[in-house]
């Protein structure tokens, strides 16, 4: 099998060395690995791609490529340029921190996934979760290293990868614990942290100039039955299949008859 990975956190993460472990130890000894991943870090950079400009693109070793872009552009560097022959699969991440709940709709994991999804290939985002029980672990990774490769195996063989116009892919997040207290797989929804999200706080340089930073939220926060929040904080593997429609179709109906 040939396998393309990416990130959000750059060429030198650790959750990147995770995983290319994932990815050989599914590629075989006869398989291949490609590493194009942003040379900086990209988090937060959602499914942005450089169109305005240029993306400088440096190979560090066989098979191995660091782009001054985000994760789709890494992705679309391969694709078209990099990579001989396109791969049979993308795997995205392994992210420090979950991207579960509404962290999805701004994290360059996803953006990653999404934009192999878009181009026809089969497409799985990983991430681990932080908390209180892992962050001071000798690997932090240690859940998503020792059960992602299963996790992925068990996609690939059983679960529906269909062809229509915005392919199905998959973002899996392991939970906040170590390997041996994690538990099973559990399919989810995306969940939605109620009162919580991103905000920004002003800051004085030593110049006088005024700068903003992002600050972040309250991540344990219960998102109720059925989704990945609350399957992580439990101490399960989520895996939620995602689509890059944003169609909202519930109310598509409702809509047409009010405008009618």
């Given at each position: 099998m040939r396998i393309l990975i990416t990130n959000d956190d750059g060429i030198n993460a650790p959750g990147l060395v995770t995983l290319e472990a994932i990815a050989r130890d599914i590629a075989g000894p006869d398989g291949e690995v490609w590493v194009v991943a942003p040379a900086f870090e990209q988090s937060g950079v959602g499914h942005c791609i450089s169109y305005a400009h240029p993306t400088m693109i440096s190979e560090l070793a066989p098979r191995r490529w660091a782009a001054e872009g985000s994760p789709a552009d890494c992705v679309l560097a391969a694709l078209f340029d990099v990579m001989p022959e396109r791969p049979d699969l993308v795997l995205s991440g392994v992210n420090r921190g979950n991207n579960a709940g509404e962290n999805v709709m701004y994290s360059g994991t996803i953006g990653g996934a999404m934009e192999a999804a878009l181009q026809g290939v089969k497409a799985i985002a990983m991430s681990q979760f932080f908390g209180p029980e892992n962050a001071e672990l000798n690997?932090?990774?240690?859940?998503?290293?020792q059960?992602?490769?299963a996790v992925v195996r068990k996609l690939l063989a059983d679960a529906p990868w269909d062809g229509t116009d915005y392919n199905l892919f998959y973002n899996i997040n392991f939970p906040p614990i170590s390997a041996n207290k994690t538990g099973g797989i559990t399919v989810?929804?995306?969940?939605?942290?109620?009162?919580?999200?991103?905000g920004v706080e002003a800051q004085m340089s030593p110049s006088g100039r005024r700068f903003l930073w992002v600050t972040g939220s309250q991540q344990s926060v219960d998102t109720g039955a059925g989704t990945d929040v609350t399957a992580n904080l439990a101490g399960q593997i989520s895996v939620t299949p995602m689509r890059a429609d944003l169609t909202a179709y519930d109310v598509l109906a409702d809509i047409e008859a009010a405008l009618k």
């Open positions: 690997d932090p990774f240690e859940s998503a290293a059960h992602g490769a989810t929804r995306q969940g939605r942290r109620k009162g919580s999200g991103f």
